[in-house]
């Protein structure tokens, strides 16, 4: 591992551990905890990225804020972050998050999807602390901005529920990066720095360019975290081709489909017109080696790349006049870190 | 640069191309949302309330969603010429007088390519148009003999507006089917 990439995960480290602290405070509550408040910080305890929350306190600090006016933005971040982890669990039917079992396996998926919906209220509660920290106007507008960007993560993840459940395979990459505009970008990147922006006291209009720098990058890490599914090592967590015995719509699946022969593009089909329970792992490793020869995984790379390029131009339009800073900078890192990562 | 370098330039130029259409359609969305939210409409109070919170983020499902700019030319085989149109609807007074237009090339998923030379927008240049107007503009695809078979996208752009291509598709498809 590299020095830099070293200091980017310690700093994520460093960030999340804040955030997961100040998260687990919200969790506390009248009933006797072991219905709710363990499975609820259950995933909270395990060690993830924590990249929303550090997004959110470093731009805050970037742009001149006190990153702890920030903390319970930071915190609801998490808490809804983990509230979407736990019902995606139960909609894809993971066996593993972070290199344990699912929240639903280990609990049942009943105890699952209504700890999902206790972390959506825990993460309310924490947003509700901004009116008294950072006073009623600037609390609104967070509020507005937390509604704005949950409603993008929704109708990203149902019309990617949706895809699957319709068998698509005429979608396009275009297609895919409005998906995950609604469905990862806005909750992971764009939303956490435009709320930092705001806490740091940004005026609204100074924020259309932390659209712009939060999608690229948002969408460099989408990639990437989709192409990990197919060749991630040991450090990545997650189950290796589970993306593909989902039938999700990735960049590689899509190219596959324009690239393959027309007898290998029926085997596809009748793949995805199966129930995954159905797809067995030969069957998933098939579709895999396909990628591999068709050259699907290094066009997923190259795309991801040029987006990535697009960050780094987005971030100067962004971040250009803002003084040199240790928050400033582990931003500006956290682009080539999206396109390198092994987690 | 090896054709490998070529490629790979051309698919991160054609990534870039496609996350630059897509986040500046989300700009304008996000700032008309928020311009909503002022001290008099919005009380952060709101947030404590499951039933709103459910109404205005499980309603949005179930409104159909809005389409991106995007020109999809008839499907044609190698050797056959794919014609559409695309209609600009008054963007007001147009900068420098004049709307300029020109035809990116088009890239398959596996890179190839269909020049700019085999591809014609007309009219080129738009001199006027009128309050409330709308303008047609053919676009014209000759795609050559040879063509491998596939998807390929593209875009066109507005010169005087850099940054709001719209982007085609053509689907080029193999000879005898």
């Given at each position: ?167 698509r395979i005429d979608l396009t990459p275009d297609d895919y990066l409005d998906l995950i505009m609604k ?161 | ?177």
């Amino acid at each position: 591992m590299t020095t830099t990439r070293r200091a980017i995960e310690s700093r994520l480290e460093e960030y999340g551990r804040r955030a997961r602290h100040k998260a687990l405070v919200y969790l506390d509550g009248d009933d006797d905890g072991e219905y709710l408040r363990t499975p609820a910080s259950d995933y909270l305890l395990r060690p993830g990225k924590a990249l929303r929350p550090a997004m959110c306190l470093a731009a805050c600090g970037a742009f001149g804020g006190d990153p702890d006016r920030a903390m319970p933005t930071a915190a609801a971040l998490e808490l809804l972050h983990t509230a979407f982890l736990v019902h995606d669990d139960v909609e894809d039917d993971s066996d593993l998050r972070r290199g344990l079992p699912t929240l639903h396996r280990r609990y049942g998926r009943a105890v699952a999807i209504n700890t999902g919906d206790g972390l959506i209220v825990y993460a309310m509660a924490a947003l509700d602390d901004n009116r008294s920290l950072l006073g009623r106007r600037l609390a609104a507008r967070l509020a507005g901005e937390f509604q704005f960007m949950a409603r993008q993560t929704v109708e990203g993840q149902a019309m990617e529920l949706g895809w699957q459940r319709r068998g698509r395979i005429d979608l396009t990459p275009d297609d895919y990066l409005d998906l995950i505009m609604k469905k990862t970008c806005w909750y992971t990147t764009v939303l956490p720095l435009r709320a930092g922006a705001l806490i740091a006291g940004r005026r609204p209009d100074q924020l259309a360019a932390l659209v712009r720098f939060g999608f690229f990058l948002g969408a460099a890490f989408q990639i990437r975290d989709d192409v990990l599914n197919l060749v991630g090592g040991e450090r990545y967590g997650k189950e290796i081709l589970g993306d593909i015995r989902e039938g999700k719509r990735t960049l590689m699946l899509i190219h596959l489909l324009t690239a393959a022969s027309p007898g290998e593009r029926r085997r596809l089909q009748r793949f995805l017109r199966l129930a995954p329970g159905e797809r067995t792992p030969p069957m998933v490793e098939e579709v895999a080696q396909m990628m591999h020869r068709h050259g699907s995984i290094a066009f997923a790379e190259e795309f991801g790349r040029g987006i990535a390029r697009s960050a780094q131009v987005a971030f100067e339009e962004a971040f250009g006049a803002v003084p040199d800073s240790p928050e400033k900078r582990f931003i500006a890192e956290l682009v080539p870190y999206m396109v390198e990562r092994d987690r | 640069m090896t054709p490998a370098d070529d490629l790979a330039r051309d698919v991160q130029m054609y990534g870039a191309l496609s996350a630059a259409s897509v986040v500046a359609r989300y700009a304008a969305k996000v700032d008309t949302a928020m311009a909503s939210v002022t001290d008099d409409a919005w009380d952060p109070t709101v947030i404590a309330s499951m039933a709103v919170f459910a109404r205005e983020t499980i309603g949005p499902l179930f409104e159909p969603r809005s389409r991106p700019e995007r020109v999809v030319l008839p499907a044609v085989i190698a050797g056959e010429t794919s014609a559409g149109s695309l209609w600009l609807h008054d963007p007001g007074p147009l900068p420098g007088g004049r709307l300029e237009l020109s035809v990116s090339p088009l890239v398959s998923g596996r890179g190839d390519v269909i020049p700019s030379s085999a591809l014609s927008v007309s009219p080129r240049v738009v001199e006027s148009m009128a309050a409330g107007g709308r303008q047609e503009v053919r676009l014209a695809a000759a795609v050559p003999f040879g063509q491998a078979a596939g998807w390929y996208h593209g875009w066109v752009f507005l010169i005087t507006a850099p940054d709001e291509p719209v982007a085609v598709a053509l689907r080029v498809e193999e000879a005898g089917r």
